[in-house]
């Protein structure tokens, strides 16, 4: 297979499963040529803001207009579709929220592939099913394209400053290329395999953390019905074994930490909804290897239920409060039991 140097014009050397490293260097000096960034929610606004910062020119887009428009203010060139962004750019980030929002967006009318150059880089950062990264990778090499996946931990506060961790899966060989970019990013770059196994990665992680989550939840709740004052515990479960990243980084209890958003009645962060999608995908995969999961199980079924009663919007971290109101309905239920002649 052939393959375009990126940003080095029409230039085609013959693909070899090992690339050469004068190939990898010579595409390395286009670091300064336009990427491409699909999806400027709350978490790819900020990564596209970061790759600007390091002298990237942006083509960009998003199915909501007006997602669009800060990054246009800061010089992002903003088209109308995927397929413009494939004309355009030859190293593409797609953030979206889905699975099927990652298969329209590279293989639908307007999608990627309709358009894309031989030699492109697709870099995926999206939390989907392994499976689906393996579909997208094998229609972009049809197409004469590279497709990694590339998700991410650490939530939009490490998007804005340039500190995620990127989980990447696909050939060993256009790590470097996808590296160099990754960085602007991220603190942490780590290549994990083959594709898929970037999202296995990310799927394991945010199981642990929503399991993680709701168990910093029940315990702050439990302290706090005991007559602990919440600031006080969080400071003992921090300098003690119980410590994790919900405790000390990301508590759930308002008043506790600032610049979290349990600060702000739950607004922005990581969504509930979003929380039990990636849950799904773990329920999923665990079904399909045949791994026992109860306690990530468990987990899917209170965020499943939470973003049913209101908190779909809300950060996932409002495990807290959707545990107040269970409790405060469970009591209301015992006094009118009691309340019955």
């Keep these: 297979?052939?393959?375009?140097?990126?940003?080095?014009?029409?230039?085609?050397?013959?693909?070899?499963?090992?690339?050469?490293?004068?190939?990898?260097?010579?595409?390395?000096?286009?670091?300064k040529t336009p990427v491409g960034f699909i999806g400027l929610g709350n978490m790819g606004s900020p990564m596209a803001k970061n790759l600007?910062?390091?002298?990237?020119?942006?083509?960009?887009?998003?199915?909501?207009?007006?997602?669009?428009?800060?990054?246009?203010?800061?010089g992002a060139q903003v088209v109308d579709s995927p397929a413009e962004v494939a004309e355009k750019a030859d190293r593409i980030f797609t953030m979206l929220p889905s699975s099927p929002n990652v298969i329209e967006v590279y293989t639908g009318p307007n999608g990627i592939l309709k358009k894309v150059k031989k030699?492109?880089?697709?870099?995926?950062?999206?939390?989907?099913?392994?499976?689906?990264?393996?579909e997208m990778?094998?229609?972009?090499?049809?197409?004469?394209?590279?497709?990694?996946?590339?998700?991410?931990?650490?939530?939009?506060?490490?998007?804005?400053?340039?500190?995620?961790?990127?989980?990447?899966?696909?050939?060993?060989?256009?790590?470097?290329?996808?590296?160099e970019l990754l960085t602007c990013m991220g603190a942490n770059v780590v290549y994990c395999g083959q594709v898929g196994t970037g999202q296995a990665a990310k799927i394991c992680n945010n199981m642990l953390l929503a399991i993680g989550m709701i168990g910093t939840a029940e315990t702050m709740n439990l302290g706090i019905r005991l007559g602990l004052d919440p600031k006080l515990l969080?400071?003992?479960?921090?300098?003690?074994?119980?410590?994790?990243?919900?405790?000390?980084?990301?508590n759930p209890v308002p008043g506790?930490?600032?610049?979290?958003?349990?600060?702000?009645?739950?607004?922005?962060?990581?969504?509930?909804?979003?929380?039990?999608?990636?849950?799904?995908?773990?329920?999923?995969?665990?079904?399909?290897?045949?791994?026992?999961?109860?306690l990530g199980s468990l987990a899917h079924q209170i965020y499943r239920v939470m973003a049913a009663r209101g908190y779909a919007n809300k950060d996932f971290s409002s495990v807290f409060q959707f545990l107040r109101e269970e409790e405060g309905q469970q009591s209301r239920h015992c006094g009118a039991a009691l309340a019955c002649p």
Excluded at 52 to 74: H, M, Q, W
Aim: some cysteine; charged content about 15%.
């Design 1 to 31: 297979m052939a393959a375009l140097i990126r940003g080095c014009g029409n230039i085609l050397l013959k693909w070899d499963k090992h690339v050469s490293p004068t190939f990898v260097s010579m595409r390395s000096m286009a670091s």
């Design 234 to 250: 969080a400071k003992i479960l921090n300098m003690s074994s119980g410590r994790c990243w919900s405790s000390d980084t990301y």
């Design 137 to 179: 990778a094998l229609a972009a090499e049809k197409m004469g394209a590279v497709f990694m996946d590339a998700p991410v931990s650490g939530g939009v506060g490490a998007a804005s400053l340039a500190k995620l961790t990127f989980m990447v899966g696909g050939a060993e060989e256009e790590y470097n290329a996808a590296q």
């Design 119 to 134: 030699g492109t880089l697709l870099i995926d950062s999206s939390t989907i099913d392994p499976a689906v990264s393996k």
């Design 256 to 294: 506790v930490m600032e610049g979290v958003p349990s600060a702000n009645n739950y607004q922005g962060g990581f969504g509930t909804t979003l929380m039990a999608k990636d849950l799904g995908l773990a329920q999923n995969t665990a079904t399909n290897t045949k791994t026992p999961i109860p």
């Design 52 to 74: 600007l910062k390091n002298g990237y020119p942006i083509i960009a887009t998003d199915v909501f207009p007006e997602s669009c428009k800060e990054l246009r203010d800061l």
